[in-house]
């Protein structure tokens, strides 16, 4: 049982590149989000999905997008990258709301 | 809005300390709470969790219990060791409404235990 697997791991993006992180988990869990860390301000919803083909905006969507064809998998797309999205990137899933939500290992953007 | 206070850290303790890490909470209704440890260089882990009030949550040797009268989830553990150092996260999820897909974190407290 591998859990919520998140790649790469660690990327460097020039400003204005586009790129895909990639999140799925095999836990059949239907509610999944993407969180991301900066120091001092805690973990800030992006986007958030209830079930394939359902998402929704979190407290910082601009400049990413997402999509949930299935019910593993949960891409989080940066459009045009910007040095503010400097950041750790994780993702989450969750059976219900109750239940706390199981992450993945997270992966470091830099934004040069 | 929904809100999570954690006392600022870093806390650093002796090992075999007691520990406490306060946290408060501004919601509506009845919310669930939790407790997320973060170890260095790793994702989160779900350390224990209460949904109603007077509910202990527990693991690890970590307590919390949900106080409905104080807003409150204060995490503690008689004895820590070395091997406790992480920084410590506070959460809510709403019981309903679209907010309740989502959890609302502290900042986060970062723990040291020295031997």
């Known amino acids: 049982n591998a859990g919520v697997t998140q790649t790469p791991k660690f990327q460097v993006l020039k400003t204005g590149q586009s790129m895909t992180l990639q999140c799925a988990q095999d836990?059949?869990?239907?509610?999944m989000s993407w969180y991301r860390q900066d120091p001092g301000m805690g973990l800030r919803l992006i986007h958030y999905?209830?079930?394939?083909?359902?998402?929704d905006q979190g407290e910082v969507p601009n400049g990413y997008n997402v999509s949930r064809s299935t019910t593993e998998d949960f891409p989080l797309r940066l459009l045009s990258a910007a040095p503010s999205q400097t950041s750790v990137y994780f993702c989450?899933?969750?059976?219900?709301?109750?239940?706390?939500?199981?992450f993945g290992s997270g992966t470091r953007l830099t934004v040069v | 809005g929904d809100s999570v206070t954690q006392m600022e850290g870093p806390v650093t303790l002796s090992e075999e300390a007691f520990l406490t890490i306060n946290c408060t909470y501004t919601?509506?209704?009845?919310?669930?709470l939790f407790w997320y440890v973060q170890y260095p260089g790793e994702g989160l882990q779900l350390l224990l969790k209460?949904?109603?009030?007077?509910d202990k949550g527990s693991n690890k040797g970590f307590e919390a219990t949900y106080r409905k009268e104080t807003t409150s989830f204060h995490l503690e553990k008689g004895s820590v060791q070395v091997s406790d150092s992480a920084v410590y996260f506070c959460?809510?999820?709403?019981?309903?409404?679209?907010?309740?897909?989502?959890?609302?974190f502290g900042k986060g407290t970062k723990l040291s235990v020295i031997p």
């Open positions: 989450a899933s969750s059976k219900n709301r109750g239940e706390g939500y199981t």
């Open positions: 836990m059949n869990h239907e509610y």
């Open positions: 999905s209830v079930g394939a083909g359902i998402t």
């Open positions: 919601a509506t209704g009845y919310p669930s």
């Open positions: 209460a949904t109603k009030a007077d």
């Open positions: 959460a809510l999820t709403p019981r309903s409404g679209a907010g309740s897909y989502q959890l609302t």
